[in-house]
């Protein structure tokens, strides 16, 4: 049997037990801020992921009557006829009126006509990772012939809530890949400049400032509009990422080299040296675990950065072209001026960048503050 | 002072050098070049494709030797302000560019003057009323400026404007000004349109400059020297402005240096969307149809313009704070 430890005992007395994960693990725990914000950050990768069982609808399903549907609101209680009530979410069917003269649609809601929805009911049939395939969704009609559309439809009649839920699979993803390479670059030069120092360091440290002082659009845009036009999607997707973080690893490199430069020095490193560790050894088992921390924080906020990118340049035609459904590629639809007045609710995947890029700040200065276990005890 | 102007210049000059081969390498980079382009298009409406002519344009514009000697005519040419031919527009870069450049300068340094201008009174409000209802405001909107994109915040007062207001946002120019040369009434036409770019493009960077402000400034607030001043009954505001500002300000004025790279980054796009006459959308149009040497220009071009803005910065950071001009 087990004995239990009283948690109080802990929380009153942090010894030297807690690991230094435990410790930053602790003080994230007190910005309540980051911590939701790492739960959206969470729930928008798992969204993601599944995108196809979450999406209620396949995202290049067009429909010639449904164009420019505006949103349904869902209505959780069901009042009968009679005053009766029941728990049976639904929406409000609508039914499309043409003005004779300009033969523009309207639709306006029909008060007998109600779409009952169902909780992973079947619906359209997808194969999601090109693996798994099923038909049942997150959210669907009780009745297959009937379409809602909770964030209204494009100009084709495609579903804009699961052409965003789609989004966010490749905008969160091409966040997070760019990110990991600009990381294997950063942490590379950064390190070989803060350890070795002298001439590499110099010659390193300038190219970093010549990239910092390049203004990083005109040359994303430049690059990717050399991109061959005859590329496949995909392909085009890794150019992308490679584009953005052959730009973007500068930071990193400035982190990592800081931290490199600071830690040269200190006692255990020394120690680790003289004990007649290799440098391979001094570097990745003493030296890269002590700042792994800061690492992490600034990954977290460099991500923010490359869904912004990304979204700009498919916005402007230059980085992800339509199959792809990425948060950039929809605002392209919300581009002239004549389709957000007629349908504002294209702007949803611009909300969902902003949530997105939100989430990830707050989250990356949560664990900003929260690297520093030690020196944050002293506040 | 004089010295390290000059040896700041000196250290320009390397990081000009290879903005121009970043440049040129984006030129070189899609496949083909400018004559094969231009037989193409002409093939495509049917005229007849004159070798010899071809031939003669890849001989004038280098475009038949190695790519080193194409580089120095390139950039010799540049330096005597010839850009080379637009394909597009059939007409030599050079008198495309200026105009919007010009444009493009008015428009980012209204914008700095504007962020510095925001930031920096709300940036001490923030950190002498700390945790204050005021400051917690401009927190949460500092917030929003850095997580928005500055083409969205366009999209959305586009909106606003149409839909409430009848009005359009877009250009910066009224109809009747668009060609007109320019005039004291086409100037203040100008002004009166530029306030919204201005205010558009300036949110991410007067965000982030209230943050450094506070920031600086809370870090100065605790120290003795202004425990001392007070003790010695200087009046509040006085103390305050005069010492730790002066002090938090240095901070401040490096952050030209990376300020200006990210305004003229943020004008391109927000330009694109506002259809503003500025560089961005020519530059954008033109990588759009491979009009290299035009495209290679503008970039050329703004990253001089950004080179030159942190040379600036360190300039005068070594004006304000003496410790640097004697390193």
Same mark, same amino acid.
């Given at each position: ?62 429909s ?44 306006e ?24 395939q ?47 390479l ?14 070795y ?15 910092l ?45 800081g ?8 006692d ?7 004990d ?31 869904i912004?990118?990304e ?12 199959p792809?459904i990425?948060w ?52 | ?16 050098f ?29 005229d ?10 890849r ?50 340094? #209204? ?12 940036g ?21 400026g850095l ?34 040369p ?10 009166a ?30 120290k ?20 730790p ?6 901070p ?30 020519l ?13 290679g ?15 600036? #910065? ?14």
């Amino acid at each position: 049997m087990n004995t239990l430890v009283d948690p109080r005992a802990i929380a009153m007395n942090p010894d030297a037990q807690a690991s230094q994960w435990k410790l930053t693990w602790r003080a994230f725990r007190k910005h309540k801020l980051a911590l939701a914000s790492l739960v959206i950050v969470v729930l928008f990768y798992l969204i993601g992921a599944f995108a196809e069982f979450v999406a209620p609808f396949d995202p290049e399903s067009t429909s010639s009557r449904n164009i420019y549907h505006p949103p349904q609101g869902i209505h959780l209680i069901d009042w009968g006829e009679d005053g009766s009530w029941a728990i049976r979410p639904y929406v409000q069917g609508m039914t499309i009126k043409r003005d004779p003269i300009s033969l523009s649609a309207t639709y306006e809601p029909d008060p007998n006509r109600k779409i009952y929805l169902s909780l992973f009911g079947q619906g359209q049939p997808y194969t999601m990772w090109g693996l798994i395939q099923s038909d049942r969704h997150l959210l669907t009609s009780a009745d297959l012939d009937e379409a809602f559309f909770l964030l209204g439809t494009d100009r084709l009649g495609r579903d804009v809530l699961s052409r965003t839920i789609h989004g966010a699979r490749i905008s969160m993803s091409i966040g997070l890949m760019g990110v990991t390479l600009s990381l294997l670059i950063g942490v590379f030069l950064g390190g070989v400049s803060g350890y070795y120092g002298g001439t590499i360091d110099m010659v390193v440290q300038r190219v970093v400032e010549l990239i910092l002082s390049l203004p990083t659009i005109p040359i994303w845009l430049g690059l990717s509009a050399a991109l061959p036009q005859d590329w496949s999607p995909l392909t085009r997707y890794f150019a992308i990422t490679v584009i953005l973080s052959l730009v973007g690893w500068t930071e990193l490199a400035r982190v990592v080299r800081g931290r490199f430069l600071s830690l040269r020095m200190e006692d255990f490193v020394i120690a680790a040296r003289l004990d007649g560790g290799s440098q391979g050894r001094v570097i990745f088992r003493h030296m890269l675990p002590s700042m792994a921390s800061h690492i992490i924080a600034s990954v977290t906020l460099a991500i923010p950065a490359m869904i912004i990118a990304e979204t700009a340049l498919s916005f402007i035609g230059l980085g992800l072209t339509p199959p792809i459904i990425s948060w950039g590629v929809l605002l392209k639809e919300a581009q002239n001026i004549r389709s957000i007045a007629q349908a504002p609710w294209l702007f949803a995947p611009g909300v969902a960048v902003c949530i997105a890029v939100l989430a990830f700040n707050f989250l990356g200065d949560g664990l900003r503050d929260a690297a520093d276990p030690y020196t944050n005890e002293r506040h | 002072m004089i010295t390290y102007v000059i040896r700041r210049l000196i250290w320009a000059i390397p990081f000009l050098f290879a903005a121009s081969l970043v440049a040129f390498a984006l030129i070189t980079l899609p496949p083909g070049d400018y004559v094969t382009t231009m037989a193409q298009t002409l093939a495509e409406s049917g005229d007849q494709v004159d070798q010899a002519r071809l031939a003669a344009l890849r001989a004038r514009y280098g475009l038949d030797q190695p790519l080193i000697v194409q580089y120095f005519m390139w950039i010799g040419g540049v330096l005597q302000g010839d850009f080379g031919m637009s394909f597009e527009w059939n007409q030599p870069v050079a008198d495309l560019i200026w105009e919007r450049l010009g444009l493009s300068f008015i428009l980012e340094f #209204s914008t700095l003057i504007f962020a510095w201008g925001v930031a920096l009174p709300i940036g001490v409000y923030s950190a002498v009323r700390k945790y204050s209802v005021g400051d917690y405001v401009a927190s949460v909107l500092g917030f929003l400026g850095l997580a928005l994109p500055n083409f969205l915040i366009a999209l959305v007062l586009m909106y606003i404007a149409v839909v409430h207001f009848g009005t359009d946002v877009t250009g910066l120019f009224s109809p009747q000004y668009r060609d007109a040369p320019w005039s004291w009434a086409k100037f203040t036409n100008l002004l009166a349109h530029l306030w919204i770019p201005v205010i558009i493009l300036g949110t991410s960077t007067t965000a982030s400059l209230i943050r450094i402000m506070r920031a600086n400034l809370l870090d100065e607030l605790s120290k003795p020297y202004v425990v001392t001043a007070r003790a010695k009954g200087l009046s509040e505001w006085k103390l305050i402005l005069k010492y730790p500002v002066r002090l938090a300000l240095n901070p401040f004025v490096s952050t030209i240096g990376w300020a200006f790279p990210q305004l003229i980054s943020g004008a391109v796009i927000t330009a694109y969307v506002l259809s503003l006459p500025t560089a961005g959308p020519l530059m954008l149009q033109a990588l759009l149809a491979q009009d290299m040497y035009l495209a290679g220009a503008f970039i050329l071009l703004l990253c001089c313009f950004s080179i030159v803005g942190m040379l600036i #910065s360190d300039i005068l950071l070594a004006l304000v704070d003496p410790r640097i001009r004697f390193r």
